[in-house]
């Protein structure tokens, strides 16, 4: 502790002075007997503007005992406050560790939970998609057997015509086996679309908790990159409030273990399903394969007019095609044409305006006035002549363009005419499904 030099005339008071209060000090007061003495005069009761030396030194002493004493509570004070300070920091530091140790440990949690989340989502995804390439067979099988359903209910009106007693239901059991399995495929395939659902249904619910649960994960990952030196830190009064609907860590873990188990539960009956379809597919493309009959129809001259009419089409789409084109260039040509004219605009425009700042009676209604004011004039007038031409020129496409799109949509109704009448109507017994094309592979 430094210490204030100070001229003293007798021995100095001890450097340290006890916390207690100083007994009083009791001091004689000289009395004036002197040869000067005042004794009987009218200055009795008055006291002299100057102090004993007693009075000097008891002053200095309680001035260093003031000094003294505040000085040693300062001390006590700021040793007790960097006391504080020490322990606060610790126990700040002890629990920020604790804290971002409880953080990594709930995102060591949600990453096992988000990767059993996303694996289930990726099996039920590569389930979905299995089970919609054996609905696409169930299509395509329901699609095989309007042919051979086709044959036999053509060979029943045939055989129709015959006179009695020949007139026998032949091909009854037949027909009525196609139906029942045409309608058995129905039913499977409605059954799958409804599989489907649910796989779609447990999947999206998967991904909204992984959802959830990547969001959660980033943002305490950035918690837990949080430290005293971070600049997007501030102060939130009211974080420490928790929302009602705030989970507990035990019906956390268990809303995910339930969304995987309905998950898992889905997948496992789409597995099912799709081993029960493969056996349903096999089934009736051995069954269908045991019909033998054959009917040929003859279409051979609506399928020429057919033909005839669909190339008479061609070739106006072909025509309509180029024209199309052609009008596309010129609406080019057009658009090239405005924007060849706005730069001229623009130089003529920007001249007025540069020329309306002459000053005073320099800005003048001169000739290059007059000029350039025509000039804008007419270049507006050329512009507007040229959109109304665009104008024409787009509707023109446009309607080259419905004309197309219905030639195209007459030819392809043509074309499907033709398959239907040579595909179908034409095709001898020969051509019945085969054993793939019954299973939904073709």
């Excluded at 040869?35 to 009987?40: I, L, P, R």
């Excluded at 027909?175 to 447990?202: C, D, G, P, S």
């Excluded at 605009?345 to 007025?352: H, I, M, P």
């Amino acid at each position: 502790m430094a210490q204030t030099d100070v001229l003293l005339t007798k021995q100095p008071a001890p450097q340290t002075v006890p916390a207690c209060e100083l007994p009083p000090k009791l001091y004689d007061v000289a009395c004036n007997t002197g040869a000067y003495t005042s004794s009987g005069l009218a200055t009795t009761g008055f006291r002299t503007a100057k102090y004993l030396v007693d009075e000097w030194f008891q002053n200095c002493y309680a001035h260093y005992h003031q000094a003294f004493a505040d000085r040693d509570q300062s001390e006590r004070q700021r040793h007790e406050s960097l006391q504080l300070a020490a322990e606060t920091e610790a126990l700040a530091r002890r629990t920020q560790e604790d804290s971002t140790r409880k953080v990594g440990e709930r995102l060591q949690d949600m990453h096992c939970w988000k990767s059993e989340l996303q694996h289930e989502v990726g099996e039920l995804v590569a389930e979905t998609d299995l089970l919609l390439a054996q609905k696409q067979r169930l299509e395509h099988a329901l699609d095989a057997t309007a042919v051979p359903f086709s044959i036999a209910t053509d060979n029943l009106q045939c055989r129709e015509r015959r006179q009695h007693p020949d007139l026998v239901r032949d091909y009854v059991e037949e027909v009525e086996l196609i139906w029942n399995i045409q309608e058995l495929l129905k039913r499977t395939i409605m059954q799958a679309m409804n599989q489907i659902r649910l796989n779609r249904e447990h999947k999206e619910i998967c991904e909204m908790d992984w959802s959830d649960k990547v969001e959660a994960y980033n943002i305490d990952e950035t918690c837990a990159r949080y430290h005293n030196q971070s600049t997007e830190v501030q102060f939130y009064p009211h974080s420490t409030k928790l929302e009602e609907s705030a989970s507990t860590p035990e019906t956390w873990a268990k809303f995910t273990q339930e969304k995987l188990c309905g998950a898992e539960r889905e997948r496992l009956a789409s597995i099912n399903l799709r081993g029960l379809i493969d056996c349903i597919l096999r089934d009736i493309a051995e069954d269908l394969r045991l019909q033998c009959d054959a009917v040929n129809l003859a279409f051979g001259s609506r399928c020429e007019e057919l033909e005839d009419a669909r190339l008479k089409l061609e070739h106006h789409l072909h025509k309509t095609l180029r024209e199309i084109t052609d009008q596309e260039h010129n609406v080019a040509a057009l658009k090239q044409a405005i924007t060849d004219k706005e730069v001229p605009l623009k130089v003529a425009q920007t001249r007025l305006y540069q020329r309306s700042h002459r000053p005073n009676v320099e800005l003048c209604r001169d000739a290059a006035q007059f000029r350039l004011v025509s000039e804008v004039e007419e270049l507006n007038m050329s512009l507007m002549a040229l959109r109304e031409k665009l104008l024409e020129a787009e509707q023109s496409l446009r309607n080259l363009e419905y004309t197309r799109m219905s030639l195209e949509k007459d030819i392809t109704v043509k074309t499907n005419s033709l398959f239907i009448d040579r595909q179908k109507c034409m095709t001898h017994r020969a051509h019945y499904p085969t054993i793939l094309q019954l299973t939904g592979y073709q």
